[in-house]
């Protein structure tokens, strides 16, 4: 079993940042792979960023490259998500989750078995 923790959303204006955290507890040695989703209401989940564990290679979807950065702590068992220029179509609620290896694409969320209780972010215009 793996136990995940988003902290860190809240209200920002547009332009503003926001940084992330995930905490992992549990059977952490079983994390490789972790990725950051979000929903928007009345949206499907959206793939965000991932990045390996050991050595820390990171993807992002497009509509984020360039503003929002993936890191991890290892000593931590944390994950977080920088966030920077936000805009109001990044608001939603924010998840972690870990990928099962060898499952398949990355951005496709059905590949990730854990996942946290979310943690909204609104960007005001």
């Known amino acids: 079993q793996v136990q995940l923790v988003e902290s860190g959303g809240g209200l920002v204006q547009a332009g503003g940042s926001l940084r992330l955290s995930c905490l992992a507890s549990?059977?952490?040695?079983?994390?490789?792979?972790m990725g950051w989703f979000r929903q928007a209401p009345g949206k499907e989940r959206e793939f965000v960023a991932r990045?390996?564990?050991?050595?820390?290679?990171?993807y992002y979807a497009d509509s984020v490259k360039g503003r929002f950065t993936i890191s991890r702590d290892n000593a931590k068992n944390t994950v977080y998500l920088q966030m920077n220029s936000l805009k109001p179509e990044d608001t939603g609620v924010y998840y972690c989750?870990?990928?099962?290896?060898?499952?398949?694409?990355?951005?496709?969320?059905?590949?990730?078995?854990?996942w946290g209780q979310g943690t909204q972010v609104t960007v005001s215009s």
């Open positions: 990045i390996t564990w050991a050595g820390g290679s990171t």
């Open positions: 549990g059977r952490t040695f079983s994390l490789s792979v």
């Open positions: 989750a870990r990928y099962l290896s060898g499952s398949g694409a990355y951005p496709d969320p059905r590949n990730y078995d854990y």
